[in-house]
């Protein structure tokens, strides 16, 4: 897989902050070039990302500060720098984390020189840096979500230590996003529009751990779409955690607002991007304006992600989501009205304190009437510190287990039928790579992001390419390649 550096000439770096941090990579060189004299070989890193696809963008910028320092990149965790780059939005997640860093102390053991980070979110939560120190003393690094930008001067400061380094923030009001960084994917690319989140759904940790909205300038936002255009991007995911409310938090007077709309349109207009995607909306926020915008604009993904939660009134009242059952509903129609071919995907979360069988009835019930193309189906995880960790109705875990396993019979039956209905059209697909199991077949997606797997040679990775859809194989197709 083909790699990139975005931003990495300095010519192009406007931002002060970024200027210093490559400076900062320029010294971390030095001493992984003196490092690997000593040892007579090259020292290679690792970066295990948990979570969301901001959190994967982030550690993109992670990858890119490691390997412009000298470090070779490696999948095994038995590596001279492990970083790990966590979420919070569920306890498995920090769970899974834990478990993990556990057995990597066992590389150290053998290692001596190696050095294990961990920053992002779960780094965020009361208490967390605190267990890390009591039970994790062989971490070397600790940073959280609004210093990550820092990260060339803490590998520096961790390089010449030996002692735990601990860097929190609790807020911030900076966006640096001059950084380079080290694209998964050469064609396509995650842009973030916004960091942060206002809403305080009652069971979500993220605006405790992400800080408040902060969105960046529309002109940022366009140069850095315009320069992975230039090195090769044709498609971008405008990230944020609630992308509709992007320029809410600019003042009236400021000619940066504008909607998340017109910013749409805007990233449309770059030339070399060909396909645009956007994660995620909240419904309350979702316009007609924006509607229209992906109505006229064949370069924006038939795809929306829109996450209903919760199908009962009572339930979206108590998690603070601020729309009803009917009123998503309402949405969801107008959407397969003005969009006919757009998928809708969603979140559903099972197991919210309160929820009775008639409230699973009622997301059900919306499951059906909506039909949703995909649904990510959670079990409800208490975050200490929100408010529905303290609401006194929990459900039992036999109860939520129950509700989860009807739930998602339904999601899967809804999403075939609809994966099923495009058979015999032809798409344009995105060529993503190699499929895994099969070395004779190609996977790519198609604007609505559905898989497509179809016999072409490895030349067609990165190009936008017509496939017939042939045979419907429940959540994927197997297609052709129409010449
Ligand atoms: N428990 C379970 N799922 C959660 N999500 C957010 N917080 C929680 C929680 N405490 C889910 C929501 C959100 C997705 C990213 O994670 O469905 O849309
Ligand atoms: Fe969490 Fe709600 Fe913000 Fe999404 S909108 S990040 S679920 S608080």
């Not at 412009?68 to 979420?87: K, P, Q, R, W």
């Not at 206002?198 to 069971?203: A, H, I």
């Not at 109860?399 to 075939?416: G, I, R, S, Y």
């Amino acid at each position: 897989m083909g790699i990139n550096i975005l931003n990495s000439n300095k010519a192009e770096i406007q931002d002060g902050e970024s200027l210093k941090q490559l400076e900062y990579i320029e010294q971390a060189k030095d001493k992984v070039s003196a490092l690997e004299k000593e040892l007579g070989r090259k020292l290679t890193a690792c970066v295990v990302t948990f979570g969301c696809q901001m959190n994967a963008r982030d550690s993109e910028k992670l990858l890119a500060t490691l390997k412009l320092a000298g470090y070779e990149e490696t999948e095994s965790e038995d590596a001279d720098f492990v970083i790990y780059n966590t979420c919070s939005v569920r306890d498995n997640a920090d769970q899974r984390v834990l478990g993990r860093l556990g057995q990597t102390s066992n590389f150290k053991k053998k290692n001596p020189n190696m050095k294990i980070a961990i920053c992002g979110c779960m780094m965020q939560e009361a208490g967390a840096v605190e267990k890390i120190q009591k039970s994790y003393r062989f971490v070397d690094l600790i940073f959280g979500t609004h210093n990550i930008y820092k990260f060339a001067e803490l590998l520096n400061t961790v390089l010449d230590s030996d002692r735990m380094i601990i860097d929190i923030w609790k807020e911030t009001d900076k966006i640096v996003e001059d950084l380079p960084a080290f694209r998964k994917y050469p064609f396509k690319s995650g842009v973030n529009i916004m960091f942060g989140c206002n809403n305080f759904c009652t069971y979500c940790i993220v605006p405790y751990v992400r800080g408040r909205e902060r969105s960046r300038s529309p002109k940022d936002i366009i140069r850095e779409c315009e320069k992975l255009a230039a090195d090769g991007v044709k498609e971008v995911m405008l990230l944020g955690q609630n992308v509709n409310s992007y320029g809410l938090d600019f003042s009236d007077d400021n000619p940066d607002k504008i909607s998340f709309a017109k910013l749409l349109e805007l990233v449309c207009e770059v030339e070399g991007i060909e396909r645009v995607r956007f994660m995620t909306p909240h419904p309350k926020d979702f316009s007609d304006e924006l509607l229209d915008v992906i109505a006229k604009n064949p370069k924006i993904a038939r795809h929306i992600h829109l996450p209903l939660q919760a199908g009962n009134s009572e339930i979206l009242r108590r998690m603070n989501r601020k729309y009803t059952k009917e009123s998503y509903l309402e949405l969801a129609g107008k959407i397969r009205e003005k969009l006919p071919d757009v998928a809708i995907t969603t979140d559903i979360i099972v197991g919210f304190p309160g929820e009775t069988k008639e409230a699973v009835l009622d997301t059900i019930d919306v499951i059906k009437k909506v039909k949703f193309d995909n649904a990510f189906t959670f079990i409800y995880s208490k975050r200490p510190g929100t408010p529905a960790a303290s609401f006194e109705d929990q459900v039992p875990e036999e109860v939520v287990k129950e509700n989860f396993d009807m739930l998602l019979k339904v999601v899967q039956e809804t999403a075939k039928e609809q994966t099923a209905k495009l058979q015999g059209r032809t798409e344009t697909v995105l060529v993503e790579g190699v499929n895994e199991h099969d070395k004779s077949l190609l996977t790519g997606r198609m604007s609505n992001n559905t898989l497509v797997h179809f016999p072409g040679g490895e030349e067609l990775i990165g190009e936008l390419v017509p496939v017939s859809l042939l045979e419907c194989h429940g959540f994927y197709y197997l297609g052709k390649l129409v010449k």
